[in-house]
């Protein structure tokens, strides 16, 4: 008896490990999943080899509109991942004139999001949305500089209360051709709340309040909602790390 219920404690352990690794789909692609089924479903009745091809595209949008849950630390302070995706760039930079945050420099942290990675953002701090601008623009690669600068983009200015404001700024690829932001100026938003998402490939950067340093490196993968990017109460140096 004793090893039946290790047997089916064993086969519930798989069952859950297999299921947990399916993700929902966020809302925003359901229309977009629907207009590929039926397409799929067309091509299937017109030329069979055509519906494979449809099949397999609207595969990958329901995987590209994936919503994982995620794990997001609470601690006061800390400054998490709003994008999934490869830390493109860490630089010291003047904030552009439309986030409103002065002439100070600040650290810049740069998330790639290429067209595989969750493309769902999250707030990487609490605290009230003071600013909310849509600037519409090009769509280079966005993981040149200039795409700061040049791109279609969302900017969120986050006041943190204690910890002075945060800059957050959607940024639209060479796909991308449309960002959704659900938070809006005046709304409170949690930290790893979901605040916007931007539709195949993109970038995301986020301003630290001056003086603060980032405690990830360019190269690292980061998780929205999870991956810790600075601690504004930490005195601690900016990190090195190397490539092995």
Known sequence: MVRQEANVSEHHGILDTIFESFSPVHPDGHKFIAIGAVVTLL????????????????????????????????????????????????????????????????????????IFDVHINRAPVAGRIVRSLYVPGAFLNAALDKASEDNERRILVIDTANYGEIG???????VARRIVTFSQMGDTVGVGQRFGLIRFGS??????????????????????????????????????????
């Not at 860490?90 to 650290?107: C, W």
């Not at 340093?213 to 504004?232: I, K, M, N, W």
């Open 43 to 114: 091509f299937f009745l017109i030329y069979p080899p055509l519906g494979w091809i449809a099949a397999l595209i609207t595969a990958w949008v329901v995987y590209f509109f994936r919503d994982p849950q995620r794990v997001t630390p609470l601690r006061p302070g800390l400054v998490i991942s709003a994008a999934d995706g490869k830390i493109s760039s860490i630089e010291k930079v003047t904030p552009p004139a439309e986030l409103g945050l002065g002439s100070d420099e600040r650290v810049r942290i740069s998330t790639f999001l290429s």
């Open 203 to 244: 970038r995301v950067d986020v301003y630290l309040p001056p003086g603060k340093v980032a405690l990830v490196s360019v190269g690292q993968r980061a998780v929205a909602g999870e991956t810790v990017l600075a601690d504004l109460q930490s005195v601690e140096p900016e990190r090195e790390a190397r490539l092995g």
């Open 168 to 174: 957050v700024v959607q940024i639209a690829g060479l």
